[in-house]
């Protein structure tokens, strides 16, 4: 009886299509950059606009080529200017308008903290938090800011009704030098708020980072390679 080789192409599949237990969020502020996050395996973008300010809400003509041409879910920047995240009565009306139009167009969830000095502002966030129901909201590094990490996220949870996730590196410059505080945090959390690890998370140093972390999703610019790197 003769045997029959079959040859199989040693291709690398993409990350959409590995077996794994967390979500892979990309940083992104331009359509490009979206496309090619979704084309390398991301499962969700949060989309920004000026990153050099560490991203504030990007212009609806953006979001909706987004909504429409893309098939991955799509965060939403909320925050109406960069610097500090201590906000006026204008502004938290502009970022409840810009809240209202992500449920206009659909988008899946909404990115955006409100501090009170060093602390969270829980009634704005809350208020927030309402408005964007049932939109996925996510309090994003604000919390970093604050002086007791652990004690705000804590607070959070107090008031979890409408937050799905907390995006921070543990009060540290990265996620890494952060996983003290991130395990803290995903142990506060439990069943109740997802802890999305964030802070200079590369496609390099994601599985490390897993390894320690085991939580549900990880955020990045460059989580799935250079986004704006022609050879992606």
Same mark, same amino acid.
């Given at each position: 009886?003769?045997?029959?080789?079959?040859?199989?192409?040693?291709?690398?599949?993409?990350?959409?299509?590995?077996?794994?237990?967390?979500?892979?969020?990309?940083?992104?502020?331009?359509?490009?950059?979206?496309?090619?996050?979704?084309?390398?395996?991301?499962?969700?973008?949060?989309?920004?606009?000026?990153?050099?300010?560490?991203?504030?809400?990007?212009?609806?003509?953006?979001?909706?080529?987004?909504?429409?041409?893309?098939?991955?879910?799509?965060?939403?920047?909320?925050?109406?200017?960069?610097?500090?995240?201590?906000?006026?009565?204008?502004?938290?009306?502009?970022?409840?308008?810009?809240?209202?139009?992500?449920?206009?167009?659909?988008?899946?969830?909404?990115?955006?903290?409100?501090?009170?000095?060093?602390?969270?502002?829980?009634?704005?966030?809350?208020? !927030? &938090?309402?408005?964007?129901?049932? #939109? %996925?909201? $996510?309090?994003?590094?604000?919390?970093?800011?604050?002086? =007791?990490?652990? +004690?705000?996220?804590?607070?959070?949870?107090?008031?979890?009704?409408?937050?799905?996730?907390?995006?921070?590196?543990?009060?540290?410059?990265?996620?890494?030098?952060?996983?003290?505080?991130?395990?803290?945090?995903?142990?506060?959390?439990?069943?109740?708020?997802?802890?999305?690890?964030?802070?200079?998370?590369?496609?390099?140093? !994601? &599985?490390?980072?897993?390894?320690? #972390? %085991?939580? $549900?999703?990880?955020?990045?610019?460059?989580?799935?390679? =250079?986004?704006? +790197?022609?050879?992606?």
């Amino acid at each position: 009886m003769s045997l029959i080789l079959i040859l199989i192409p040693n291709s690398r599949p993409s990350l959409r299509h590995m077996s794994k237990s967390y979500k892979i969020e990309a940083c992104v502020e331009t359509y490009e950059e979206a496309l090619a996050a979704q084309n390398n395996g991301a499962d969700q973008i949060e989309l920004c606009g000026r990153l050099d300010l560490d991203g504030i809400t990007p212009q609806r003509t953006l979001i909706e080529k987004c909504f429409k041409n893309l098939t991955l879910d799509i965060k939403v920047m909320i925050r109406p200017r960069g610097g500090n995240f201590e906000y006026d009565s204008v502004e938290l009306e502009q970022m409840m308008e810009d809240i209202n139009y992500c449920h206009e167009v659909g988008v899946y969830g909404v990115v955006f903290g409100v501090l009170n000095g060093k602390s969270l502002d829980l009634e704005m966030i809350e208020k !927030l &938090a309402s408005a964007a129901s049932p #939109l %996925n909201v $996510t309090i994003h590094k604000a919390i970093d800011d604050t002086t =007791d990490i652990i +004690s705000e996220t804590k607070k959070l949870v107090s008031i979890s009704q409408n937050i799905d996730t907390i995006l921070t590196s543990g009060g540290s410059s990265t996620a890494i030098e952060g996983i003290p505080n991130l395990l803290e945090m995903i142990e506060a959390t439990k069943d109740h708020i997802e802890i999305m690890p964030a802070g200079k998370i590369t496609n390099h140093n !994601l &599985a490390t980072l897993h390894n320690q #972390l %085991n939580t $549900t999703g990880y955020h990045g610019r460059k989580i799935v390679g =250079d986004l704006t +790197s022609s050879g992606n």
